[in-house]
């Protein structure tokens, strides 16, 4: 016997643009269920992803900086690591956030039903959880946020357990003494910082010619060579071509630039090749909603699917595959199915690698200006430059701002210490439609190291001319 439960709004997936859109649709006085696989709101995002990294990258931090202060007359010795401590702390993080969602979805009365959800038609979504038990529940509207998962490789021994995926090498199962990331990207070198921090030797190996692809080379070139001191070997260029479990190790052969002559052993290797999104996994095509061969639902500017009731949110309709994007778009679904004219159009959305030292950017890359055949100049204020920089061992960095022909900032980019946070000026910026002038004349604090943001405006504008 299956149970019934009616929805105006039925979010389909409880990550950050699933709650968003769900508490939103509540607070405009919709009748709202969430339906999610899992025990515990949140997605990818808090329980295996941004959240639980973050946490780790914190840590990893401490232990990077207590390596540098002995040059300057503090030695804090070599770190004691407790891994079963460490996973409580990030167990804890966790439990914080998501119990605070559980409570935030009972204070808005959003009903979550817990099992896997698949469309039945284009007004019912079947519910079935672990015991089998189906619920239907028939709406009106239905926000799809069903988010993404990792890419398997084909060649790759995925079951072996030293193989890991992202939800893996966040379980911190043991500290391998050599460890391979395979692919370049954001997710792969944060990971990597974690593990060279807790101990282990760690390869990176990246098809293409740099790490990070989409952000602009001169920021990874600076990045690349900070990042070369924490890394054994860096190989771009190079792909892996054959991955093989043996008793002793998974031992992995190199084709490219970089490329060992012989197969290299490791005792884990991180596959983070990108993410997959789940639109073939939910019975899309009963409702009768178009997904891409990749597994994108299309959607418009309001984020609606080519149903009209239907809409989709975050991983599953496109890049960037990041929480905010996620979490805004939510929010235009919710606000338009209440009856609001609202639109998913920002002039930006962020990027940054929580890496150490962390690469952010915003607005148009040099590449994408380029591409899109803008005209455009760029000021960059380097950190070996900057006192607060020079005072706390950051002078690695550097913050480049672009500028159009009208002197307005079309970007951003900054490479070292806080990049993330200090991105949040550029951002603004940006969304106001500042010009140079603007942000020259904004008085910055010294010292600090958003400074750099207005020296490289000053920069452009002609009012800084030499650099010590
Ligand atoms: P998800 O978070 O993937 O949520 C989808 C939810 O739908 C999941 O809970 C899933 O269980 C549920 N679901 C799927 N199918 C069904 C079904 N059929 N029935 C019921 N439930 C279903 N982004 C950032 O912005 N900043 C970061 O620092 C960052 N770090 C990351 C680190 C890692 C290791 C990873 C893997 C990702 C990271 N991301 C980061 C990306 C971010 O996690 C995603 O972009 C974000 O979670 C996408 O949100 P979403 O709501 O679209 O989907």
Same mark, same amino acid.
């Given at each position: 016997?299956?149970?019934?439960?009616?929805?105006?709004?039925?979010?389909?997936?409880?990550?950050?643009?699933?709650?968003?859109?769900?508490?939103?649709?509540?607070?405009?006085?919709?009748?709202?269920? /969430?339906? !999610? *696989?899992?025990?515990? %709101? =949140? +997605?990818?995002?808090?329980?295996?992803?941004?959240?639980?990294?973050?946490?780790? #990258?914190?840590?990893?931090?401490?232990?990077?900086?207590?390596?540098?202060?002995?040059?300057?007359?503090?030695?804090?010795?070599?770190?004691?690591?407790?891994?079963?401590?460490?996973?409580?702390?990030?167990?804890?993080?966790?439990?914080?956030?998501?119990?605070?969602?559980?409570?935030?979805?009972?204070?808005?009365?959003?009903?979550?039903?817990?099992?896997?959800?698949?469309?039945?038609?284009?007004?019912?979504?079947?519910?079935?959880?672990?015991?089998?038990?189906?619920?239907?529940?028939?709406?009106?509207?239905?926000?799809?946020?069903?988010?993404?998962?990792?890419?398997?490789?084909?060649?790759?021994?995925?079951?072996?357990?030293?193989?890991?995926?992202?939800?893996?090498?966040?379980?911190?199962?043991? /500290?391998? !003494? *050599?460890?391979?990331? %395979? =692919? +370049?990207?954001?997710?792969?070198?944060?990971?990597?910082?974690?593990?060279?921090? #807790?101990?282990?030797?760690?390869?990176?190996?990246?098809?293409?010619?740099?790490?990070?692809?989409?952000?602009?080379?001169?920021?990874?070139?600076?990045?690349?060579?900070?990042?070369?001191?924490?890394?054994?070997?860096?190989?771009?260029?190079?792909?892996?071509?054959?991955?093989?479990?043996?008793?002793?190790?998974?031992?992995?052969?190199?084709?490219?630039?970089?490329?060992?002559?012989?197969?290299?052993?490791?005792?884990?290797?991180?596959?983070?090749?990108?993410?997959?999104?789940?639109?073939?996994?939910?019975?899309?095509?009963?409702?009768?909603?178009?997904?891409?061969?990749?597994?994108?639902?299309?959607?418009?500017?309001?984020?609606?699917?080519?149903?009209?009731?239907?809409?989709?949110?975050?991983? /599953?309709?496109?890049?960037?595959?990041?929480?905010?994007?996620?979490?805004?778009?939510?929010?235009?679904?919710?606000?338009?199915?209440?009856?609001?004219?609202?639109?998913?159009?920002?002039?930006?959305?962020?990027?940054?690698?929580?890496?150490?030292?962390?690469?952010?950017?915003?607005?148009?890359?040099?590449?994408?200006?380029?591409?899109?055949?803008?005209?455009?100049?760029?000021?960059?204020?380097?950190?070996?430059?900057?006192?607060?920089?020079?005072?706390?061992?950051?002078?690695?960095?550097?913050?480049?701002?672009?500028?159009?022909?009208?002197?307005?900032?079309?970007?951003?980019?900054?490479?070292?210490?806080?990049?993330?946070?200090?991105?949040?000026?550029?951002?603004?910026?940006?969304?106001?439609?500042?010009?140079?002038?603007?942000?020259?004349?904004?008085?910055?604090?010294?010292?600090?190291?958003?400074?750099?943001?207005?020296?490289?405006?000053?920069?452009?504008?002609?009012?800084?001319?030499?650099?010590?």
């Amino acid at each position: 016997m299956s149970k019934e439960v009616k929805a105006q709004v039925v979010v389909l997936g409880g990550g950050p643009g699933g709650y968003s859109a769900a508490f939103r649709a509540a607070d405009l006085g919709l009748e709202t269920v /969430i339906v !999610e *696989r899992y025990s515990t %709101l =949140g +997605g990818v995002c808090l329980n295996v992803g941004c959240i639980p990294s973050k946490a780790l #990258l914190h840590l990893a931090k401490h232990i990077e900086d207590a390596k540098h202060t002995g040059a300057q007359g503090i030695d804090f010795g070599a770190p004691k690591i407790d891994l079963d401590k460490i996973r409580q702390h990030k167990e804890n993080v966790i439990g914080q956030l998501t119990g605070g969602l559980s409570q935030m979805s009972k204070l808005r009365k959003v009903k979550v039903v817990t099992g896997v959800g698949e469309f039945a038609s284009d007004k019912q979504l079947k519910v079935t959880d672990n015991d089998g038990q189906v619920t239907v529940v028939n709406f009106e509207h239905a926000i799809i946020a069903a988010g993404s998962q990792s890419i398997k490789l084909p060649f790759v021994p995925h079951d072996d357990e030293r193989v890991w995926d992202s939800t893996a090498a966040l379980e911190l199962r043991y /500290i391998p !003494e *050599r460890m391979l990331i %395979l =692919g +370049g990207g954001i997710i792969g070198l944060e990971m990597g910082c974690v593990y060279s921090a #807790l101990g282990a030797k760690v390869d990176v190996v990246e098809m293409t010619e740099q790490l990070i692809p989409p952000a602009d080379k001169d920021i990874i070139k600076a990045f690349t060579k900070s990042i070369s001191k924490k890394f054994d070997n860096i190989m771009l260029n190079t792909k892996a071509a054959k991955v093989e479990a043996k008793k002793d190790g998974i031992y992995v052969t190199f084709e490219g630039d970089k490329a060992p002559e012989k197969p290299v052993k490791y005792d884990a290797v991180l596959v983070a090749v990108g993410r997959a999104p789940n639109g073939n996994k939910i019975g899309a095509e009963n409702a009768g909603i178009k997904v891409s061969d990749r597994g994108f639902i299309e959607v418009d500017k309001q984020q609606r699917t080519n149903v009209s009731n239907i809409f989709a949110i975050g991983d /599953i309709v496109g890049q960037p595959m990041l929480a905010h994007k996620a979490a805004h778009e939510g929010h235009v679904a919710a606000e338009v199915i209440a009856g609001k004219k609202h639109y998913f159009d920002p002039k930006l959305i962020p990027s940054i690698a929580y890496t150490d030292p962390e690469v952010a950017w915003a607005g148009l890359t040099e590449k994408e200006a380029k591409a899109q055949g803008i005209e455009y100049e760029a000021a960059v204020f380097p950190w070996a430059a900057s006192g607060r920089a020079i005072a706390q061992g950051a002078t690695d960095g550097f913050t480049k701002l672009l500028f159009d022909k009208n002197n307005r900032i079309i970007g951003g980019a900054i490479v070292g210490s806080n990049a993330g946070e200090l991105l949040g000026e550029i951002c603004l910026a940006i969304e106001m439609g500042c010009d140079a002038e603007d942000i020259a004349l904004t008085v910055h604090a010294h010292p600090t190291l958003h400074e750099s943001i207005g020296m490289a405006a000053q920069i452009f504008e002609g009012s800084i001319t030499d650099l010590p």
